[in-house]
């Protein structure tokens, strides 16, 4: 069967975007869980940012960024203060169930159009969005590296069960 | 116009998820301009491989993965073997043009099938191709942390130009 219509052929489609993303951050709540608490606000390397502020980041960012694209309207939590690891992965989980909820609610012809997210990032929403994703892989692995050196074994990165 | 076919809703077109990896790619080869050439093959935290065996990796797997998704035919390039920075470069421009030339080639069916990589990883092809992408993101991520430990400051992460 032709397709027919003007809808564009899917490398990803919206479910598998979100699947992706969950199974990525799966790996980064295992981080969390592996991180040595008193290390998780301290421990840095070259002048960066520590783990819990960039978890800190990932974990707020992610559920502002699908609510912004289902409503338009954009919350922006800087909030990167240190607390227990208890509570941010409370928090995570939280998140975690926010995005699941929020996501089937992005209409399909939204994820090619291009809005302006937390009012400052103009990009194709499917750009946008596979952003956060990026911003996730990248600074997590930067968290391998500090767990490394801290002498703790990170989770494997393949495994996104 | 509705959909009227079979055909899944896009959340990443194949055009997309090109120009995406393309643009995280030129944030790699930007990485490996940085890094010290002699550090490149020998510096190292927490026991992890150098920057340099990790961009080999990279820069083989890439058009390897594209060509199997195209072909069926897999080759699996292992050689992380030093070498100067210029011959790294000079390689990861033919894989950028192999990349290019390769892709438009992949059915769009293909994208949504199942397929065995390397012999070895079988998966949606979607996935397998973010996978791909995804690894590279990380391990760039693991080469910026080098790279501040060694006083450089590393690319953009958001200029993906």
Known sequence: MSNGTASPVAAVTPEGLLAHWQGHRRITRRMIEAYPEDQLFTHSIGGMRTFGQLAMEILTMGPAMVRGTVTGEWSDNRDRAPR???EMLRLWDEATQQIDE???QIPP???QE???AFGTFTGVTSDLLLYV???EVHHRGQGYVYL?????EPPAFYDRS
């Open 148 to 152: 490394r050196s801290l002498g703790v």
């Open 109 to 111: 012809q939204r994820f």
């Open 133 to 135: 994703i990026d911003n």
């Open 102 to 104: 929020l996501w089937p």
């Open 84 to 86: 227990p690891k208890a």
């Open 114 to 116: 291009t809005m302006t």
